[in-house]
């Protein structure tokens, strides 16, 4: 990279680093931008993840980008996403802006030169580049390796124990008795794709998780392409339709709980019959507290009613050398187990952030918006929404990114930063989000590599986008709790930073 000085650093090649690239790219043309990826190539989780099936969770007309359309299925498989974010890249020339194999190791800020200096490695060594600004795309997860609980007697098991997240290429499966350990949508992909290779495949959980059976397609657009409707409206329309029934359901599952757990159990029940035992998908918990997945076409529910697979709750007391042995007393015999456990949550990429010498402490520090972190210049980041596409935000603060930049060009800044109003600093600070409100295991193994909240709109991650899509566009730059300076170190623009 030279001497050259970027104006925005992205950090990652996943579907929010290349969203990130192209609203820059395309709205903010003089800049120099650069996207920095550690893998060979762009996707990120989709890239990474190789176990059959993989499949999204949410629909890809809202994980999909706002200006290009989706036209496959809704839920859709590993490779038709990296096709799309292929075709994404090619027709935006976003090629030249992503150096692949590009690891970030630490980033330094500078408040005498007002940038970050960027230490990353490369096949041919280690490196530096100025920034001026980073967009922070890494997406919330450890890419290389997922998370797998230490059970007892793990070294005795004489089969083979497999994460999904680092699926081989030549495992063999014919003929095998199989455990996938798990309950999420990893799981239920795994098991109907898993099938009919193997003898038979058992899913055992510790508790059961809400899914939404429903098949693989969306009526309406396919009505729509019926009457030869232009792809960019239909994508329009049907991402504005698929919107407002995520709003209606995700509210109707907190005023009326009951009636959306029966409404999912009844969908379920409808491939598992009448005589089947709900209790192996009655969780405890009320609907939305953890992701609910789409299940297309209720594969594993079918793959349960053929008897090509089967479904048990218990907890496990220690592997065995024939498999798993639950605390009910139960062995359940294995040649291959499955741990389709989740992952280990990542903040940033735990790349080490230091600010004029002294290291950040995420866990220290309040989230502005859940986009900007306390006192720290110059650096937005990606995180979503769990109830709703992870990308809609990516479009929402490609907007933000946008805006801001211009509105410091206007008040001749060279670093902004969200910094605490007074009347906020004494409040409790919380955990990054209330578990009473969403609570899965990652996020409460992974609380303490994350920023704090306050109970104030401003210093949290509301993860509701439907107030996001209209009130960040509203933020006023001037009266928001952003500070800037100018390259001398001046205050400028008109900052209320400690107004309340």
Known sequence: MGEKILDVLIVGAGISGVGAARHLKTRCPDRKIAVFEALDSFGGTWKVHTYPGIRSDSDLYTFGYR?????????????????YMGEFIEENDLAPLIHYNHKITKAEWSSAEKLYTVTYETPDGEHTVKARFLWMC??????????????????????????????????????????V???????????????????????LQRSPTYFAPGRNINELADELRRLEIDEEWIHTIIRKKVL?????????????????????????????????????????????????????????????????????????????PEGIKLKSGDVLEADVIITATGFNL?????????????TVDWNERLTWRGMMVEDVPNMLFVFGYFRASWTLRVDL????????????????????????????????????MDAVDFNPGYLQRGQHLMPKRVDHPDWQHTQDYWHE????????????????????????????????
Request: net charge negative; proline share 7%; with cysteine.
């Open 67 to 83: 200006d290009k359309p989706w036209t496959g299925p809704p839920i859709a498989a590993a490779d038709q996403i990296l096709t």
């Open 244 to 320: 407002v029934d995520q709003h209606d359901f995700t509210q109707r599952a907190k005023d009326e709980p009951d009636a959306v757990k029966g409404e999912l159990l009844e969908a379920v029940k409808a491939f598992l019959g009448d005589d089947f035992d709900m209790k192996h998908f009655t969780p405890s918990y009320r609907p939305w507290r953890q992701r609910i997945a789409f299940v297309p076409d209720g594969d594993i529910f079918q793959g349960i009613a053929s008897g090509k697979a089967s479904v048990v709750t218990d907890h496990i007391d220690r592997f065995v």
């Open 397 to 432: 603060l490609g907007d933000f990114m946008v805006r801001l930049l211009a509105h410091m060009d206007e008040v001749g800044a060279a670093e902004v930063r969200p910094e605490v109003p007074d009347s906020l600093r004494d409040m409790e600070r919380m955990s990054w």
């Open 346 to 358: 990542k903040f940033l990429g735990n790349i080490p952030f230091v600010i004029d010498g002294e």
């Open 181 to 203: 350990i798990g309950s999420g949508a990893t799981a239920a992909t795994l098991v109907p794709n898993i099938a009919g290779d193997c003898a038979h495949v058992t899913l």
């Open 469 to 500: 899509k209209d009130a960040l566009p509203q933020v006023d730059l001037d009266e928001a709790p952003l500070v800037y300076e100018d390259a001398s170190g001046q205050v400028v623009g008109k900052t209320k930073a400690h107004a309340a």
């Open 138 to 179: 890494q997406g919330y997860y450890d890419l290389d390796k997922g998370y797998t609980p230490d059970w007892e007697g793990m070294d005795s098991f004489k089969g083979e124990i497999v994460h999904p997240q680092n699926w081989p290429d030549n495992i063999d499966l014919s003929g095998k008795k199989v455990v």
